[in-house]
T-cell receptor, first 109, second 114 residues
């Protein structure tokens, strides 16, 4: 059974304090690994897709990386507006998305 | 990407009643998906809705409780029937660009059953 585990559950940073979120996964036949951002009261917003180990994607202060067992979402010099819950999901042989529980990020000014 | 409009955005309902959630997409899509997001839990797939055929339900979800309609390629509804407080959750519809690629979500429906 495909599984996605995200850590930490919650992370509190000071503005400008860089850090990383982790997404560990077990999936048969990885088709893609996805990162989403979810703000309170809203649906998940798509950020990145990673397809193979070694791949990296960047968008503003965010960079996602992928290995054969995990993915990291690196946040460089975060701002308060980066506060949100970040979700990781995989798609494998079942062709269904399997989501982790998310990491709730709070960036204090 | 796709623009997905979902309504209502929130509702408070009495136990034993039913609520129908609507999902409208700005382009034609083959499959639409319905998820449930309970507090502190991951998104859980309820069912996949294909136009012209019955929805495919995941383990733990049944058609009598969550009937789905898919009358055309841009619209779907999910009904939460005979509600109990355990049904309080966020319900989300989504579409995928192609099978097993990134999904795009509506803003969700926050349901509270009292």
């Amino acid at each position: 059974e495909d599984q996605v585990t995200q850590s930490p559950e919650a992370l509190r940073l000071q503005e400008g304090e860089s850090s990383s979120l982790n997404c560990s996964y077990t999936v048969s036949g990885l088709r893609g690994l996805f990162w989403y951002r979810q703000d309170p009261g809203k649906g998940p917003e798509f950020l990145f897709t990673l397809y193979s180990a070694g791949e990296e994607k960047e968008k503003e202060r965010l960079k996602a990386t992928l290995t054969k067992k995990e993915s990291f979402l690196h946040i460089t010099a975060p701002k308060p507006e980066d506060s949100a819950t970040y979700l990781c999901a995989t798609s494998g042989g079942s062709e269904k998305l399997v989501f982790g529980k998310g990491t709730k990020l709070t960036v204090n000014p | 990407s796709a623009v997905i409009s979902q309504k209502p955005s929130r509702d408070i309902c009495q136990r034993g009643t039913s609520l129908t959630i609507q999902c409208q997409v700005d382009s034609q899509v083959t499959m639409m998906f319905w998820y449930r997001q309970q507090p502190g839990q991951s998104l859980t797939l309820i069912a996949t809705a294909n136009q012209g055929s019955e929805a495919t339900y995941e383990s733990g979800f049944v058609i009598d409780k969550f009937p789905i309609s898919r009358p055309n390629l841009t619209f779907s509804t999910l009904t939460v029937s005979n509600m109990s407080p355990e049904d309080s959750s966020i319900y989300l519809c989504s579409v995928e660009r192609t099978i097993a690629t990134e999904a795009f979500f509506g803003q969700g429906t926050r349901l509270t059953v009292v």
